[in-house]
Every structure is written in structure tokens, then in C-alpha cells.
């Protein structure tokens, strides 16, 4: 065969009847620019500090060493563990709600630094460790706080934003989908586990 001139297939394409179209999604993909805007003011970069005590040394448990060298040169040390996170505000007199595991333990000393860069001491309050869930509380009032959903209405493949402060990086937001429900770690994080996995970063 050849080729056919440009005239030739525009006349082809003249006569040919057209064909369907797939029909636009209405409206598009959801403009999440709003939510996402009142959500990052109740969502808080997190530093807890830990005293750790840790052996000095291998040796420190063998009688042998310890009787010539004393406790002091092979004796525990202290060093102070630092973590990063997120926290969410649960009540608008300042309750936080953040991770057990994150926090470490109830003498940690915690601050927190709010979306309008206020820093504050936080106290610990009470801890969850079924769930992994610690919460926390700030001396501050008329704070932005987010409504309670009901997961049990969550569906496979609905839209999610994912807020937190990633590298100290403070209100990042990422976009997703659910992924699964009812998902466990096998123990890794509690006891009990029942969590929502989603595809955002």
C-alpha cells in the first residue's frame, strides 16, 4: 500500500461517523484545598526527650571486672533520647493526642510547636499502650481542633489527607486513597490493632 496525502485522510475523517466518547467524571477530582486548610491548624510537630540508662560497657556484668575496676568505669550512663512526631488537638483547651511509643514515658519532657509557631510545654496526662495512644496537654485555650469521624462508616478507596510534620517539616500534606481496613503489624506497635492503611504518603 501507500501512504495516504493529508486531503485524503481528512476527507476519510470527514465521512467517518464519530465515536463515543468516555463521559467526563462531573466536577473533576474533589478540591480538598479547603478541608485541608482548616485541618493543618490542629496538627502539631511533637519533641519528646527521654533519660535513658544504658550499660557502659559488656563487661559491666561480669563480677570479675567489676571487683578490680569498680562500678564507675564499666557503671550504667545516661543519655538523652530524642524523638520527633505528630500530634493532633482533641479539645480546644489544649489536649493532644499522639503516639505512646513516640512519647517513650511518663517523665519525658515534651514541647510542642502549634501551626501559628507558638512552642509550649505539654504534660503527659495518661497513656494507652493497647493502642498505643498517649495523650497530652497544653496551657492554651480557643485552640482549632478537628471533629471525631466514625470509622466504622469508612469505605475501601475513599479519599484521605495525610497531615504531619515529616523531617520537622511542619503541615505537610499528602493526598490518598483507604487502602485496606482492619489491618494488624502482628503486635509491633500494640496490642491491639485494628488500623486504616492508606496509600498517602
Do not use: C
Not at 148 to 167: Q, T
Amino acid at each position: 500500500g501507500r501512504m495516504r496525502s493529508a486531503d485524503e485522510a481528512r476527507a476519510d475523517a470527514a465521512t467517518t461517523a464519530p465515536q463515543p466518547v468516555a463521559p467526563a467524571v462531573a466536577g473533576g477530582l474533589p478540591d480538598l484545598s479547603g478541608i485541608a486548610s482548616r485541618a493543618v491548624n490542629s496538627v502539631m510537630n511533637i519533641t519528646s526527650l527521654n533519660v535513658v540508662r544504658q550499660q557502659n560497657s559488656p563487661f559491666m556484668s561480669d563480677p570479675f571486672f567489676r571487683h578490680f575496676f569498680g562500678d564507675d568505669m564499666y557503671g550504667p550512663r545516661s543519655r538523652v533520647a530524642q524523638s520527633l512526631g505528630s500530634g493532633v488537638l482533641v479539645s480546644r483547651d489544649g489536649y493532644v493526642l499522639t503516639n505512646n511509643h513516640f512519647v517513650g514515658s511518663a517523665n519525658a519532657h515534651v514541647s510542642v510547636v502549634l501551626a501559628d509557631k507558638r512552642e509550649l510545654k505539654a504534660k503527659f496526662i495518661g497513656v494507652d499502650e493497647w493502642t498505643d495512644l498517649a495523650l497530652l496537654k497544653i496551657d492554651a485555650h480557643g485552640l482549632p481542633v478537628l471533629q471525631w469521624g466514625d470509622s466504622s462508616k469508612l469505605r475501601v478507596a475513599e479519599w484521605v489527607l495525610a497531615i504531619g510534620n515529616p523531617f520537622q517539616l511542619n503541615q505537610t500534606v499528602t493526598l490518598g486513597i483507604v487502602s485496606a481496613l482492619g489491618r494488624s503489624l502482628g503486635g509491633t506497635l500494640a496490642t491491639y490493632e485494628d488500623f486504616i492503611q492508606t496509600d498517602a504518603a
